[in-house]
């Protein structure tokens, strides 16, 4: 049984927002405690779509972002920020760092058309339990779902910032009237080198592949 103590609420000065933003996650909590054999899941970020594939739901769409391609000292993975974000009163830090926008560079590539273009996100839930990224490979293995494929991106080899690998959709959309190069946080294809990876089957300067399966 789930139980609040009022003790927190009157420890600090609520200003109405947080009062109403608290009063919101408490009633999400007693809904979920009030749940009997709700079906657990698991959540995966489409990159590059504004919506879920069939086989999940939407939890909510926005923007990938990270940090600038030339900062050494951002964070590390991409984020998929939503369209609505909700703010705290301002703390004016004396020191700080920024998160940017993201954009394709798919330059000379059969995505050339959105080099340039701000880059779309989507956070799924699947109702099964265990999700996947599989590099270099378009199918998942037996008794495990598709989500989706597409090609695995990351920063550039010689930027400063260095990103995590996430697999782009390889139907990619943009964002409406965003292609402007700003830069920002950016995804490139990811080449195979082989040599030190098998050159058979792996082939030196191919893009290699992705897919996100669950189960």
């Given amino acids: 049984m789930f139980s609040y103590s009022n003790a927190y609420c009157y420890s600090r000065d609520w200003s109405f927002t947080e009062m109403t933003l608290e009063m919101k996650h408490l009633q999400t909590l007693l809904e979920h405690y009030s749940l009997v054999g709700a079906p657990s899941g698991s959540t995966y970020v489409r990159w590059g779509r504004k919506s879920c ?30 369209k609505n974000p909700e703010w705290a009163p301002p703390q004016s830090p004396r020191y700080n760092s920024h998160v940017y926008g993201a954009e394709y560079e798919t330059h000379d590539s059969f995505l050339d058309a959105v080099t340039d273009h ?24 037996t008794r495990w779902i598709r989500e989706y494929y597409g090609f695995l991106m990351t920063e550039k080899y010689n930027h400063a910032s260095s990103k995590e690998f996430v697999c782009m959709d390889g139907s990619p959309e943009t964002l409406t009237g ?19 990876l098998p050159c058979d089957p792996y082939i030196s300067g191919r893009e290699l592949t992705c897919v996100v399966c669950t189960k």
């Fill in 53 to 82: 594939p069939t086989t999940s739901e939407l939890v909510y769409d926005g923007y990938a972002g990270g940090g600038l391609w030339s900062h050494s000292g951002a964070g590390t993975n991409y984020l998929c920020l939503p």
């Fill in 118 to 141: 701000d880059v779309p996100c989507a956070v799924c839930r699947a109702n099964r339990t265990t999700v996947l990224l599989i590099p270099a490979k378009r199918t998942c293995p």
């Fill in 178 to 196: 965003t292609y402007v190069n700003r830069n920002g946080a950016l995804f490139y294809f990811q080449k195979a080198s082989c040599g030190s």
